[in-house]
């Protein structure tokens, strides 16, 4: 999946650091639009979750995928944000997206 879509958010519903991230990606107008995981929705998920910690080497969520990198969660995305990383990021994998 995170081949065919530039930016992926694997998400527990009642996390509020997935809920702030969320709403923060939400915020920039992603084109296209990021796609969420909500992975306490799914029967699989703590083989997802291990399969996550060894392809990313993050282990909480969110964990936040651009292109085929995963950025880490909410304070990992602020601050890329903060810095203009994922600004640079997100031009790289052709998401168009509107600075806040």
């Known amino acids: 999946m995170v081949r065919r879509v530039p ?3 694997f998400s527990k519903t009642t996390c509020p650091y997935s809920k702030r991230a969320k709403a923060r990606l939400e915020s920039l107008g992603l084109r296209p639009a ?3 995981v909500e992975v306490d929705q ?3 998920m703590p083989q997802l979750h291990g399969l996550l910690r060894r392809r990313t ?8 995928i651009v292109g085929s ?3 880490g969660g909410a304070d990992d995305l602020e601050r890329l944000l903060a810095n203009g990383e994922l600004g640079d990021m997100l031009d790289e994998v052709g998401v168009r ?3 806040s």
């Open 34 to 36: 990021m796609h969420v």
């Open 42 to 44: 799914r029967p699989d």
């Open 7 to 9: 930016v992926v958010v």
């Open 97 to 99: 997206w509107k600075s």
């Open 69 to 71: 990198r995963s950025i």
């Open 57 to 64: 080497n993050h282990a909480t969520w969110p964990n936040i």
